[in-house]
């Protein structure tokens, strides 16, 4: 089931720091679901043909966002069937 959270708290783009490449970098969100409790965001990287990704995220204590890979196989591979539902139902019935 799609959710709103991340875009209602701070809008259709996050900024996540990419610790491998040592920068910030700026995504447009897709979608929101969740999962066995746990909010997922899918994004698009800007200006790259590269993703979508798929980030957990959560709001810490000091209100900004979190963005977290999904590490857990089991998780990934639930949040990726999430994905492909949600995928399935915008093609059969795409918002104008």
Same mark, same amino acid.
């Given at each position: 089931?799609?959710?709103?959270?991340?875009?209602?708290? /701070?809008?259709?783009? /996050?900024?996540?720091?990419?610790?491998?490449?040592?920068?910030?970098?700026?995504?447009?969100?897709?979608?929101?679901?969740?999962?066995?409790?746990?909010?997922?965001?899918?994004?698009?990287?800007?200006?790259?043909?590269?993703?979508?990704?798929?980030?957990?995220?959560?709001?810490?204590?000091?209100?900004?966002?979190?963005?977290?890979?999904?590490?857990?196989?089991?998780?990934?591979?639930?949040?990726?069937?999430?994905?492909?539902?949600?995928?399935?139902?915008?093609?059969?019935?795409?918002?104008?």
């Amino acid at each position: 089931m799609e959710i709103n959270h991340l875009r209602n708290k /701070v809008g259709n783009e /996050v900024n996540w720091f990419n610790h491998g490449l040592s920068m910030d970098e700026t995504y447009d969100v897709l979608t929101e679901f969740e999962v066995g409790g746990n909010p997922y965001a899918v994004v698009h990287p800007r200006g790259t043909e590269d993703g979508p990704f798929i980030f957990k995220y959560s709001f810490p204590e000091d209100g900004t966002h979190q963005l977290s890979p999904i590490d857990d196989d089991d998780e990934w591979e639930q949040a990726a069937e999430a994905f492909d539902h949600w995928l399935y139902e915008y093609h059969r019935n795409p918002k104008v």
